[in-house]
């Protein structure tokens, strides 16, 4: 019995909370806003480290910026590569889930096809028999 879910929504019922924050994420970290967002930080950070009417907590070199994106780093890597390795799986399922549609299509085309060669079969027997029985005819009437 086929089960009345799709691979999708069976998939994502699958899916723990850790999978789910992942492709959050993952989302979050592949965008634009993303990009624009740390860079305008960045700037920031530089800008108030720089200017001299500030205290600087983390004068150039940006030793404690570093460390920031090291941490970043270091957490963003393995949550990208465990979204990776879900979407992998789920690439897997659905390229099954199409092995077995296109299976099924190909033997529903094949049952097709024998029909369609029946009725072929039994319309061009209907003709031979009609025209015989009109040869049939033809000859007597010329007798």
């Known amino acids: ?32 806003k993303f990009i624009i967002i740390q860079t305008a930080a960045v700037l920031t950070w530089a800008g108030i480290n720089l200017i001299a009417f500030f205290s600087h907590w983390d004068p150039f070199p940006f030793v404690l910026l570093n460390l920031l994106f090291s941490v970043q780093s270091a957490y963003a890597a393995p949550i990208i590569m465990m979204a990776q390795n879900r979407q992998s799986a789920r690439d897997r399922i659905q390229a099954y889930d199409d092995y077995r549609t296109n299976l099924e299509a190909k033997e529903e085309i094949e049952e097709l096809q024998v029909r369609l060669s029946r009725i072929e079969t039994d319309k061009l027997d209907k003709i031979i028999t009609i025209l015989q029985d009109i040869k049939v005819e033809r000859g007597h009437s010329t007798k």
């Not at 089960?3 to 592949?30: M, Y």
């Open 1 to 32: 019995m086929k089960s009345s879910k799709t691979w999708h929504e069976q998939h994502e019922s699958d899916c723990s909370p850790g999978d789910r924050i992942a492709d959050k994420v993952t989302n979050v970290l592949g965008s634009w």
